[in-house]
């Protein structure tokens, strides 16, 4: 069998390894009789299955204890309305503040304007010369020292992999140093988690959707620091409140547990290969 090297975005190239043990555990899964497609999900089988993606996941990434790890639906870009209607009306701040990367963070930052007061802290919409070289339109990112940033904001929204743009913002601002030390900031990792450790230090939360990096599409990797949820505003849909969702173990109703399943053997392979550090 002859595999072609996928560079192109949207889902991307599984381990052989992975799909290999999906194959052969498609019609019996560990011996219970049933595809994991087939399974209760809140059944022992699964819920084995579910506990350890997470705990492999925890592992991967040194994710902190007051972090959440959810699986959600919906992808990075339902997710660019779930943040500020999870995030955005903490201690009734009701304004965040976006870095305009490119492409994605643009869109993240139009879908937000229709929950509160969204500013933007930094663009590279323009041309610029760096180092005496000359980058065009959202081929470079805006120097963090000149961002500017509500000290009052609820969040710092940034797009950490521009997929399109190819812009990667590879170190994470330090808040502190940007006048905004209590700004938590927010990070879509979608084309760059498990590619390389990330420091949680200053983050609120991180999403991803799965299927550039971690498995099938279908499902969205998601870190919620846990102080900042509970404060979704009214009109949230409660599926998409990351209390209701963490309350419930991502069991507020029924997950996309296969997606959950091989990004969970996608985990164990990365485990295999030496982790986050290997992959860097
Ligand atoms: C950085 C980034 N954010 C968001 C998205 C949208 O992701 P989804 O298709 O999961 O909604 C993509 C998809 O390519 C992306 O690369």
């Known amino acids: 069998m002859s595999r072609p090297w996928n560079f192109a975005a949207g889902p991307s190239t599984l381990p052989l390894e992975v799909l290999q043990q999906a194959a052969a555990e498609m019609c019996d899964w560990n011996g219970s009789g049933t595809s994991v497609m087939e399974m209760s999900h809140r059944g022992k089988h699964y819920s084995r299955i579910r506990d350890e993606a997470e705990a492999d996941l925890r592992t991967l990434l040194a994710v902190p204890d007051d972090f959440e790890v959810l699986f959600m639906q919906g992808g990075a870009s339902a997710q660019n309305a779930i943040v500020p209607m999870n995030l955005i009306g903490r201690a009734g701040l009701g304004r965040a503040d976006y870095v305009l990367s490119g492409h994605w963070a643009g869109k993240s930052f139009k879908e937000a304007a229709r929950y509160g007061d969204i500013a933007v802290a930094a ?158």
């Open 123 to 280: 663009t590279a919409e323009s041309e610029t010369v760096i180092g005496g070289h000359r980058f065009g339109p959202w081929c470079w990112l805006p120097d963090p020292a000149e961002w500017r940033v509500r000290r009052d904001a609820a969040y710092l929204h940034l797009c950490a992999n521009e997929t399109i743009g190819g812009v990667e913002q590879a170190v994470m601002p330090d808040m502190a140093a940007l006048g905004a030390p209590d700004v938590p900031l927010v990070a879509d990792m979608s084309s760059n988690i498990l590619t390389r450790p990330i420091d949680f230090s200053g983050l609120g939360m991180v999403y991803a959707g799965a299927q550039k990096n971690a498995g099938p599409a279908g499902v969205t990797l998601t870190f919620v620091r846990k102080d900042l949820m509970g404060h979704a505003l009214p009109h949230c849909p409660s599926v998409f409140d990351y209390a209701n969702v963490a309350g419930a173990q991502s069991m507020f109703n029924t997950p996309p547990t296969y997606a959950i399943y091989v990004a969970g053997l996608v985990f164990k392979w990365l485990l295999r290969q030496g982790g986050v550090a290997a992959m860097d």
